[in-house]
């Protein structure tokens, strides 16, 4: 029992016992690939967050270890990424001067907040909250976000002193320091973007051309960002190009990432608590959705809720060893999936590929221009820009689309924290909107069947004595007084009427307004002469009702099924009338 427990909250201990040596060789070669790729992009996110470069190394070591540990996902590398690099810099810039002592605290008290949040959530197994930040709103959000990054980046390539949080203040100031580009600066800036573009699509099938194995050309591919790296800094040293005004990366610690605290004065905690939560959600979100369509393809299983806490060990991790913020990424994890990741083991090594990279590569990197860093993240980030859920979301929902648009057009025109923040609030909002206004339809038995369809769509055999309400939405708070005015705007003027059926096939949920409700209904139709009955109704809503005393008080029965409720209702001259040919009510 003890074993098992530990196995649930510990998954390293249910991995570990059947790892092998054939694991092991898959493991050590994913991570060699993931730690090629990682080391410029962890130095890039480091920058995008407003932090010192090593910050970004730091924040790759602690955090993948602790999540090979406790989270539940074979394929997930954790570390810094885009996003949540751009909302840490918004959230800690309204608090500290980048550069800064109190600006690096900041961060360290976000990661420390956030890693917390989170840990309670998997506590809690409050995953599920997550659910109410819709896919549409965010892909607008990403999207968004990415359209930001790509143009804070900008600055970097043009060698000038540009700032602001949103896209029309970024623009603004870009447009405003333009006379000031660095000439040498953008040759560098465009040349490490247009070879990044390449290596994306060109790479791998001009080495297939030459003969090399899918392999080789895939880890090749893969380090691309590295050898624009050797090559920018290599130039940048040789030609002295620093002192013609070439901004780059400079000294950079040369050890293991420290052992840091956090501030956990009240004031400062107050000031991130809302910037904590939502990095906490969106991190998740996006965590969970590349761990649950990695593992699917191995016939895997994810725990979203202990995902909540190997990601929440991972933040506070990175918390005490002077990192910032963490989540996992899906470029990195994809690569870690495609390299032949077997086990979160890849991650550990990982780690360790990141430590000697700390203590003994951190030198070579002083003379790399940040340009080509901020060419890194541009070729990242604009990969998650996807305009495409506009047209998909126009066709299919508009208020999907409202969403969409909104999210994208506040997060642009005022930031990523209104942006995400107004996100949940949509996500919310839309979900009540839909469900306060259920599709409910009249329906009758489909000829020679027993089965009941909407009569607006299908030839039908209906009785005029009695009216069958098909409800496609659990009852609650918000759409209980909706039904009652449907019910009542179609029982006015219907003389001939003597039973209402509520067919509750699709009701999985009454809550107590919704039971109110039901109440007032019944006994309105009761005055009116009408009879209310209910068919098909879920066992556990049943077994709520029968603590009420709702099935007392009701005028009519509860039948097992529509076809047995409208039989008897109608003494089998349902199955005599003809189909009705046309419809009664408007369509809902």
């Known amino acids: 029992m003890r074993l098992n427990m530990l196995r649930k909250y510990v998954p390293i201990f249910d991995w570990g016992q059947t790892y092998d040596r054939t694991a092991f060789g898959n493991d050590m070669i994913a991570a060699v690939i993931v730690t090629i790729m990682l080391i410029p992009q962890s130095l890039a996110y480091a920058l995008l967050a407003g932090l010192p470069p090593e910050a970004g190394l730091y924040a790759s070591i602690a955090p993948i270890i602790l999540y090979a540990i406790f989270g539940t996902s074979r394929a997930l590398a954790v570390g810094p990424v885009a996003v949540v690099s751009l909302m840490t810099a918004a959230a800690v810039g309204n608090i500290a001067e980048t550069g800064t002592m ?220 002077g990192g910032y913020p963490v989540t996992g990424g899906f470029a990195r994890s994809v690569v870690n999936f495609d390299a032949g990741a077997q086990t979160p083991a890849a991650g550990a090594f990982t780690a360790v590929g990141l430590a000697i990279a700390a203590v003994a590569l951190t030198p070579l990197v002083y003379f790399l221009p940040k340009a080509t860093l901020a060419a890194t993240i541009i070729v990242a980030v604009l990969s998650l820009v996807d305009f495409s859920i506009l047209k998909t979301s126009w066709q299919y929902s508009k208020a999907d689309f409202i969403a969409v648009l909104a999210t994208i057009l506040l997060t642009l025109g005022l930031g990523v924290e209104v942006g995400v923040t107004a996100g949940v609030v949509l996500s919310i909002g839309l979900f009540l909107y839909k469900t306060s206004r259920p599709h409910i339809a009249e329906v009758g038995l489909v000829p020679d069947t027993q089965h009941f369809r909407n009569i607006l769509r299908h030839k039908v055999i209906t009785h005029p004595s009695v009216l069958t309400i098909r409800i496609d939405e659990s009852l609650y708070f918000a759409n209980a007084r909706y039904l009652e005015d449907y019910l009542y705007d179609r029982v006015v003027g219907c003389k001939n009427l003597k039973h209402v059926v509520l067919m509750c096939s699709a009701v999985n949920e009454i809550d107590l307004s919704a039971l109110e409700s039901l109440e007032a209904i019944n006994h309105r139709l009761e005055e009116m002469g009408i009879s209310l009955h209910m068919s098909e109704v879920k066992g556990p809503v049943m077994d709520r009702l029968k603590k009420t005393h709702f099935l007392d008080e009701l005028t009519g029965e509860v039948f097992l099924s529509q076809f047995e409720a409208v039989s008897k209702l109608t003494d089998g001259q349902v199955a005599e009338t003809p189909p009705s040919t046309e419809p009664k009510v408007k369509l809902v």
Not at 112 to 137: C, D, E, R, T, Y
Not at 244 to 250: A, E, M, Q, R
Not at 308 to 316: K, T
Request: aromatic share 8%; net charge positive.
């Open 102 to 321: 109190g600006y690096a605290l900041a961060a360290l008290t976000l990661a420390a907040l956030s890693g917390a949040i989170l840990l309670a959530m998997g506590v809690f197994k409050l995953g599920f909250l997550a659910n109410f930040l819709s896919h549409p709103v965010i892909a607008g959000f990403i999207t968004a976000s990415g359209m930001i990054i790509a143009a804070s980046q900008l600055k970097h390539i043009l060698g000038v002193d540009a700032g602001g949080h949103n896209l029309w203040e970024i623009v603004t100031s870009l447009i405003a320091h333009i006379p000031e580009t660095n000439q040498t600066t953008l040759i560098i800036g465009i040349c490490a973007t247009g070879f990044l573009f390449w290596v994306r699509k060109g790479l791998k099938p001009a080495l297939r051309k030459l003969g090399l194995g899918v392999r080789t050309a895939d880890v090749l591919t893969k380090a691309g960002p590295v050898f624009a790296v050797f090559a920018t800094t290599a130039a940048t040293w040789y030609l002295g190009l620093a002192d013609k005004g070439v901004k780059i990366v400079g000294e950079v610690p040369q050890s293991l990432p420290p052992l840091t605290m956090p501030d956990f004065s009240p004031g400062l905690m107050t000031d991130l608590l809302v910037p904590a939560i939502l990095i906490s959600v969106i991190g998740f979100v996006e965590s969970i959705s590349v761990a649950q369509t990695l593992a699917a393809k191995r016939r895997q299983r994810i725990n979203p809720d202990q995902e909540l806490i190997g990601l929440g060990a991972a933040n506070i991790g990175a918390a005490f060893t």
